[in-house]
């Protein structure tokens, strides 16, 4: 079993950063992939961006690159999302969430999310 708590959210202005971070319980982290993802009110939660076990492979949905990025420390079991440049369409629950150690394993453990809003 895998726990995953977001923190870092808040309300900042256009063109304003946020960090956001996910602590990871359990002993699986760094062989996890991990994700960030997030939900606007009244549309479908969709990926923003992974980040490999190792570090080495990363990826992001195409309106965040150059804006976001994502990291991680495995010996604090964490992984960050820094956000510059922040748009209002940002504004949403961000999630954070572990991936199943195998090929194509699906992503198995959620955070509870934490908002994220910017004002124009």
């Known amino acids: 079993q895998v726990q995953l708590v977001e923190s870092g959210g808040g309300l900042v202005q256009a063109g304003g950063s946020l960090r956001l971070s996910c602590a990871a319980s359990g002993r699986t982290f760094s062989s996890r992939t991990m994700g960030w993802f997030r939900q606007a009110p009244g549309k479908e939660r969709e990926f923003v961006a992974q980040?490999?076990?190792?570090?080495?492979?990363?990826s992001y949905i195409e309106s965040v690159k150059g804006r976001f990025t994502i990291s991680r420390e495995n010996t604090k079991n964490t992984v960050y999302l820094q956000m510059s440049s922040l748009k209002p369409e940002d504004t949403a629950v961000y999630y954070c969430?572990?991936?199943?150690?195998?090929?194509?394993?699906?992503?198995?453990?959620w955070g509870q999310g934490t908002q994220v809003t910017v004002s124009s």
């Open positions: 980040i490999s076990g190792s570090g080495s492979t990363i």
């Open positions: 969430a572990a991936r199943r150690p195998a090929p194509g394993g699906p992503y198995e453990y």
